[in-house]
């Protein structure tokens, strides 16, 4: 899956931290913008056998706050707000991806939304709020 990815454009970020033990994160540009990307491991799973709300929640959070930081050009951010609509389950082995798409943008604020795709088909809704820093300190 990894060779298939890369040929398609995405690049892995292993990246550190939290997001580090979901497996880091990948992503692409595009025109118009960036898509984020999670490989769906088997870890990833719960007792049902298919992947973790929390690890898709994690994935939508992480995507979006990206996008508000890298958008409003902000040493950091947190989460004020974030919904999620399910709508259907991701399984070990899958990609799935996001491009998440500001909505509005105040000095303070980012306001993110966006549809996780896995196999051409819409798999988590999402809506969420950023505070954005405007200092490094």
């Not at 033990?21 to 490989?39: A, K, N, P, S």
């Not at 491009?99 to 306001?111: G, I, K, S, W, Y």
Request: charged share 20%.
């Amino acid at each position: 899956m990894r060779e298939t990815l890369e040929h398609q454009g995405w690049a892995h970020d292993p990246s550190e931290g939290f997001i580090a033990l979901l497996g880091g994160l990948w992503h692409r540009e595009v025109e118009g913008g960036r898509e984020i990307g999670l490989l769906a491991r088997d870890e990833h799973a719960n007792r049902n056998g298919t992947v973790h709300g929390g690890m898709l929640m994690s994935f939508v959070d992480r995507a979006f706050g990206m996008t508000a930081r890298m958008t409003a050009g902000a040493p950091r951010g947190a989460t004020v707000s974030l919904t999620h609509q399910f709508l259907a389950p991701m399984h070990p082995g899958q990609f799935a991806w996001v491009a998440p798409r500001v909505v509005r943008m105040t000095p303070r604020l980012a306001f993110i939304e966006g549809t996780v795709i896995c196999e051409g088909e819409p798999l988590v809704m999402a809506q969420g709020v950023w505070r954005l820093a405007r200092r490094t300190d």
